[in-house]
């Protein structure tokens, strides 16, 4: 009942379709209802040797009452299942929303297969409560109460007797349905475990190959799959057992009434044709008690998925908008005060004492070792990553207090792992823009030192890149990622490492024709060569999360730390390799 109630907004705006469902079960319900009589009383005329044709007339009563038990059963399939699928339909989309307003850290706690899971496993389960169970439930009650007032007119010790097993029944129903539900909850938890595996695999399938690691792999997924396999029998073997145990309990019931009914009958307190009718409304209570074995069961996981589907939608998405107006244009001076920044689940800190002013316009060269913090100062700017209040500004404002997509529309961010869709090329450049010209995606593709690449691809800006974009090489790929940066025009652009798969000279060449674009633009540039940052207004230099240098190129080469160390390795290199 509590699951009812649970469900009750999903169906409020179905109210009506469910109504006339229900009036359809109602209605099926009661034409079914008078089966029995008709048979009662054909069986009574034959005793009393009527005529065929009065025989015929009942025949044919009971036709017609077939005729519109069946006109309605369709009708409530027919409304009740499309309210279902309906509701199914909400679901799903609410939950892809709602996965889309999630942050990355969340992506980073849950499995890909489990999410996939919850939106067809689990989805369907609750499709099963939202249709099936309530038809199935509501006809059963209906059934029985009117099966049981029914035989309550004929004999009520009689009725009484024959339902001596009832209690026994609904213990037995308690019981199996508690346990069968706690298995369905393993049996679903199993089945995310599993497409997490093939996910995963999958997508590492790159991976797997070059370790030549498939035969392990496939020895995992059987070992993920038999314990799917081994839980689903635990489940069938106790869903199997429900049926047969309830058969036999109603079994019993009908002795009793065989042979109490029996000697009514030869008594003469109730008719054939009353013992017979009793007999039909009798077996009329089978099936809705083993239905609500069957409900029951559907309920219980209908609700445990439900609970795994609202688990998700309930999860608040950690970073929210600010409270702040929109801001319009924003000119992009950026400042930085005091931040440190933890990950939750680590206990050093990420970054400490970060201090720095960019100004509206200016460029700023980030370089540091690798795991510096680089990558976790640059996601703090969009908040991407949550920062500690009052620590990031952008033209004075906390970024906490502005509305995330006003915040956002102003930056765009070139991260360090390039993720292109499966679409076109065009398309994916396009991605970061509303509704582009075509010409605003050539330029974006030349800007970022494309085009050669798309001279050489058979079909340009339409060729089609697979999944993740595993068809271009890793460097066109980050080239196509810092196209989609620039095609949006942002007044903040953070280059996240996003040239480290280019040579150094084509990186220099794209840089070259980069400057042009970071022309009145505020400027992030990580980069781990030296001359990716050395035209930027400021470098600083990161090391374990703390800033260890900070200046122009040639200030920082003159004091000869870790900058000018950097700086002379990889000249050393590049002569080496001239040579
Ligand atoms: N999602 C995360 N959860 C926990 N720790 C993280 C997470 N991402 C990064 N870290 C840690 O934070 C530190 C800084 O990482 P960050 O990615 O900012 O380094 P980086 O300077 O960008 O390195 P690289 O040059 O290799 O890209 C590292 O010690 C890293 O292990
Ligand atoms: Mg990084």
């Given at each position: 009942m509590k699951a009812l109630r649970r469900l009750g907004p999903y169906f409020r705006p179905y109210s009506l379709q469910l109504l006339g469902g229900i009036a359809c079960i109602a209605a099926a319900v009661l034409a079914g209802l008078f089966g029995p009589l008709i048979v009662g009383r054909a069986v009574d005329a034959l005793v009393g040797q009527a005529s065929s044709a009065t025989l015929l007339i009942y025949g044919l009563l009971l036709v017609a009452v077939t005729a519109v038990q069946g006109v309605f059963s369709f009708g409530q399939r027919l409304i009740l299942v499309s309210v279902s699928r309906q509701i199914e339909y909400d679901l799903r989309n609410e939950y892809f929303e709602h996965l889309e307003r999630m942050p990355l850290a969340f992506y980073q706690r849950h499995h890909t297969g489990d999410l996939m899971a919850r939106a067809t496993n689990d989805l369907e389960a609750v499709r099963q409560l939202c249709g099936p169970a309530i038809m199935y439930s509501t006809s059963t009650v209906l059934t029985a109460s009117g099966a049981l007032f029914f035989m309550a007119r004929i004999h009520w010790q009689l009725t009484f007797l024959s339902l001596a097993m009832m209690p026994l029944i609904a213990l037995v129903t308690q019981f199996l349905g508690h346990r069968i539900h706690g298995l369905f909850g393993q049996v679903q938890e199993q089945f995310s475990a599993l497409s997490s595996r093939v996910h995963e695999s999958v997508t590492g399938a790159r991976v797997v190959r070059a370790h030549a690691r498939e035969g392990s792999e496939v020895e995992r997924f059987a070992l993920t799959n038999s314990e799917y396999v081994r839980r689903n029998n635990r489940l069938i073997r106790w869903s199997a057992a429900f049926r047969p145990l309830l058969q036999l309990l109603t079994g019993l019931g009908f002795v009793a009434m065989l042979w109490f009914g029996g000697t009514l009958v030869s008594k003469g307190e109730i008719t054939v044709g009353e013992f017979v009718s009793f007999n039909f409304f009798l077996s009329k209570l089978v099936w809705p008690m083993i239905a609500v074995g069957w409900v029951v069961n559907l309920v219980q996981r209908g609700t445990a998925s439900l609970r795994r589907i609202e688990e998700i939608k309930e999860?608040?998405?950690?970073i929210r908008d600010g409270s702040g107006a929109a801001v319009g244009e924003v000119s992009g001076a950026v400042r930085v005060t005091g931040l440190d920044f933890s990950y939750p689940?680590?206990?050093?800190?990420?970054?400490?004492?970060i201090d720095l002013t960019v100004a509206a316009g200016e460029t700023l060269g980030l370089v540091g070792?690798?795991?510096?913090g680089k990558s976790t100062l640059l996601s703090l700017i969009p908040r991407l990553l949550d920062p500690p209040a009052e620590s990031v500004f952008i033209d004075e404002l906390d970024?906490?207090?502005?509305p995330l997509h006003s915040l956002r529309a102003a930056i765009a961010v070139v991260p360090q792992e390039a993720f292109l869709f499966s679409t076109t090329i065009a398309e994916n450049i396009a991605?970061?823009?509303?509704?582009?010209e075509r010409s605003a995606i050539e330029r974006a593709a030349e800007v970022a030192g494309l085009s050669a690449d798309l001279e050489s691809f058979?079909?340009?800006?339409e060729t089609v890149v697979g999944e993740?974009?595993?068809?271009?090489s890793g460097g066109q790929k980050q080239r196509v990622a810092l196209a989609r940066a620039l095609i949006?025009?942002?007044r903040i652009l953070l280059l996240?490492?996003?040239?480290?798969?280019?040579d150094a000279d084509t990186e220099e060449r794209i840089l070259r024709n980069l400057r042009r674009v970071f022309l009145g633009r505020t400027v992030f540039v990580v980069s781990h060569r030296i001359s990716a940052v050395r035209a930027a207004d400021q470098i600083i230099v990161l090391d374990r999360g703390r800033i260890v240098e900070r200046g122009g190129h040639g200030e920082l080469i003159r004091q000869g730390g870790v900058y000018a160390d950097l700086a002379r390795r990889q000249q050393l290199e590049d002569e080496l390799a001239a040579v």
């Open positions: 999860t608040e998405p950690e689940e680590s206990a050093d800190p990420a970054l400490e004492g070792r690798t795991g510096s970024v906490r207090s502005l991605f970061g823009a509303f509704q582009p058979p079909r340009g800006l993740r974009g595993i068809t271009l949006r025009e942002p996240d490492d996003c040239l480290s798969a280019v």
